[in-house]
């Protein structure tokens, strides 16, 4: 099972409800609970480690999507590229 | 304003396999902006690990590549879940070749060593850097408050934060 996946179905299948109940604070949830609700992600960091130490637990806002990051180095696979092998196309990794 | 200016230094061969000092320009170009940093706990976590009078994970050091391609901060994976810092959420890592990957979000404290400069990245995206010799990757998170300078020419960058 992927990490916290439940508390992500439990945030996406509860959010109207969670949003009417908390708004915009920042959620701590563990398992199918909400544990916490905090004005910011500082008081939520530090609340969170407070009651479950270093568990995993979601901390989110109801109304936040997925955090999407973008890395071209990684997802391309570029950064172990050797730039005195380059072949002159684009994208070659040398495998070293 | 801390400011930490570098000139890479790095040993590559002459054709005849002898070591030779590589230019300062050369370095830069094949190693990327690198800066060595102290890994840990996000500052406010630790604090709330603190306050149960339950022990800090042990700090990491290694080196961060400035990229500024990336819009957000990655950890080595793997160095994360040896730090034991917990998952607080999962992120999608995006390219425009591959499927969407399923990435781990820790809390992050990032000190960049030669600034003595601490800086809480709480969304921080476990990705595989090891193999390259990284533990993380800067990205333009926790550079929105820095100002960078590139001289491919000298071999030599400056942040300044």
Same mark, same amino acid.
């Given at each position: ?96 | 304003?801390p400011i930490l200016h570098v ?12 070591? #030779?000092? $590589?230019?300062? &320009?050369?370095?830069?170009? !094949?190693?990327?902006? +690198?800066v /060595?940093?102290?890994? *840990? ?49 999962? #992120?999608? $890592?995006?390219? &425009?070749?591959?499927?969407? !990957?399923?990435?781990? +979000?820790? /809390?992050?404290?990032? *000190?960049i060593?030669n600034l ?42 400056t942040l300044s934060?």
């Amino acid at each position: 099972m992927a990490a916290l996946e439940r508390e992500r179905k439990f945030l996406i299948s509860h959010k109207d409800e969670l949003l009417r109940q908390y708004g915009g604070k920042f959620l701590v949830i563990s398992g199918e609970q909400v544990t916490g609700a905090y004005d910011t992600i500082e008081e939520a960091l530090q609340n969170a480690a407070t009651q479950h130490g270093l568990a995993n637990v979601l901390i989110r806002r109801p109304a936040d999507a997925d955090l999407v990051i973008s890395a071209p180095a990684l997802s391309l696979g570029i950064l172990n590229a050797d730039p005195a092998r380059s072949t002159g196309g684009t994208g070659t990794n040398s495998g070293r | 304003m801390p400011i930490l200016h570098v000139q890479l230094a790095a040993q590559g061969q002459t054709a005849d396999g002898k070591p #030779a000092q $590589l230019a300062p &320009a050369v370095a830069l170009q !094949q190693r990327g902006p +690198v800066v /060595p940093v102290v890994v *840990t706990i996000e500052q406010n976590a630790g604090k709330g690990l603190l306050a149960q009078g339950k022990p800090l994970p042990s700090p990491k050091t290694g080196l961060a590549l400035i990229d500024t391609g990336a819009t957000g901060t990655c950890s080595d994976e793997q160095s994360a879940q040896e730090l034991g810092l917990p998952i607080i959420d999962v #992120a999608k $890592l995006t390219s &425009a070749s591959h499927a969407d !990957q399923d990435c781990n +979000v820790y /809390p992050a404290q990032i *000190t960049i060593q030669n600034l003595g400069l601490s800086i809480n990245s709480p969304h921080t995206i476990g990705a595989t850097l090891a193999p390259q010799g990284l533990l993380i990757l800067l990205g333009r998170d926790l550079l929105a408050g820095c100002t960078l300078f590139y001289n491919g020419q000298a071999g030599q960058f400056t942040l300044s934060i």
